[in-house]
């Protein structure tokens, strides 16, 4: 019924949809070498990323429970998963899990510090007594120390981060706090309710996290807090019905995941991010490729996306002003569609001889 050309340079979204329910979280290899990726239905899978594209995935050894937290050891040799039921580390390599001793209850989020010497996860969600986040040496894994909260507090499960330092930022019901792990000591860095999922750039001086509206649990705005100068500022331009973050390394873009299923890409400045459209359902999961490649999408229609990174120096197509739009859709495709008062819609498919593209490609 018709001819459709693409330009065989041209990169697009890789789409995976292997898992059977929501996706719960993803983790890259701190090399870029896989992404890990694993769901309510309680597996765990590992995806390589060499080819393009990059072959399917298999399935790891999972702990047959729901798993809430997913993190990838430095080494590239294991993966951290929290559960209903304690902590595991997951080999990469097919061998069993190991459940690490400490947790008995629910736990959270994991994370790996940037050299690789330790480990740590939020407990206590449902068990009050496990309301701590446990550094192991992951060496020995043996605990190095407890970080308490207050009491009363509730931690947020998918807010856990290492930064260059000695730092480590988590989250509770009453803010976002950064720990020192030398002292135990933290600091507040943003008061007042809490949830849902932050970023920050490697170094800990930039955070984004969620602000909800009053009355608004699901979705937010993402704002921008620099820790140094202890200033913030809510990026509006990003929407306001964002629920998952994610920032490059050096702290130059973010990537965010909407309720309505949207993927918004952009630097942390006033302009109009990209968009990338394709999920059937809200995109809580997001994560950026350590060499700047992808961005991993994971998503409540139970896929996984891996999406090329738009070049963030050029405006985004959905931005540009009428004629250059068109002119741009002219060098993608050759189908049009005109007026034709004989059609009960008023209009019918063409395929005009091909314009050709604009910089002709070469192979």
């Known amino acids: 019924s018709g001819l459709a ?31 890990a990726t694993s769901s309510a239905e309680g597996t765990a899978r590992l995806w390589p990323l060499d080819g393009d594209p990059p072959p399917y995935g298999r399935i790891l050894r999972g702990t047959g429970a729901y798993q809430t937290g997913l993190a990838a050891s430095t080494d590239g040799r ?16 097919g061998e069993p899990p190991r459940k690490l001793a400490g947790f008995k209850g629910q736990t959270g989020q994991a994370a790996f510090s940037p050299e690789g010497r330790f480990a740590a996860q939020i407990g206590g969600r449902t068990e009050s007594s496990e309301r701590v986040i446990r550094v192991w040496d992951t060496s020995t894994w043996s605990d190095v120390v407890e ?20 730092g480590l930022l988590a989250a509770t019901d009453s803010g976002l706090f950064l720990w020192d792990l030398e002292t135990g000591d933290r600091e507040l860095l943003w ?16 955070v984004v996290l ?11 705005h993402a704002v921008l807090l620099d820790v140094g100068s202890h200033t913030a500022k809510t990026l509006y331009n990003f929407g306001d019905k964002i629920i998952g ?6 702290g130059t873009f973010l990537a965010t995941g909407s309720l309505d299923g949207e993927l918004s890409v952009g630097l942390l400045t006033d302009g109009k991010p990209h968009l990338l459209l394709g999920h059937e359902a809200s995109v809580s999961r997001v994560a950026i490729d350590p060499r700047n490649r992808w961005i991993a999408s994971g998503s409540g229609d139970s896929t996984i996306r891996l999406w090329p990174i738009p070049d963030l120096s050029k405006p985004p197509l959905h931005t540009l002003p009428h004629d250059e739009l068109i002119a741009k859709l002219k060098t993608l495709t050759n189908l ?4 034709d008062e004989d059609s009960v819609s008023g209009w019918k498919l063409t395929h005009d001889p091909f314009p050709g593209w604009e910089t002709v490609p070469s192979w």
Not at 147 to 166: H, I, N, R, V
């Open 78 to 93: 294991s993966l951290l998963v929290g559960s209903k039921n304690g902590s595991w580390l997951l080999p990469v390599d």
């Open 245 to 250: 973050v994610a920032m490059d390394p050096e």
């Open 210 to 220: 969620i602000e909800r509206e009053d009355g608004n649990t699901e979705a937010g």
């Open 336 to 339: 049009r569609v005109v007026r």
């Open 147 to 166: 970080l308490e909260f207050d009491a009363g507090e509730k931690p947020c499960l998918d807010c856990l981060q290492f930064t260059d330092g000695s």
């Open 5 to 35: 050309l693409w330009p065989l340079t041209g990169r697009y979204p890789i789409v995976f949809s292997r898992h059977g329910s929501e996706v719960s979280h993803l983790a890259f290899a701190h090399g870029g070498e896989w992404l």
């Open 191 to 206: 008061e007042g309710p809490f949830g849902g999922s932050f970023a920050n750039s490697a170094d800990g001086r930039r």
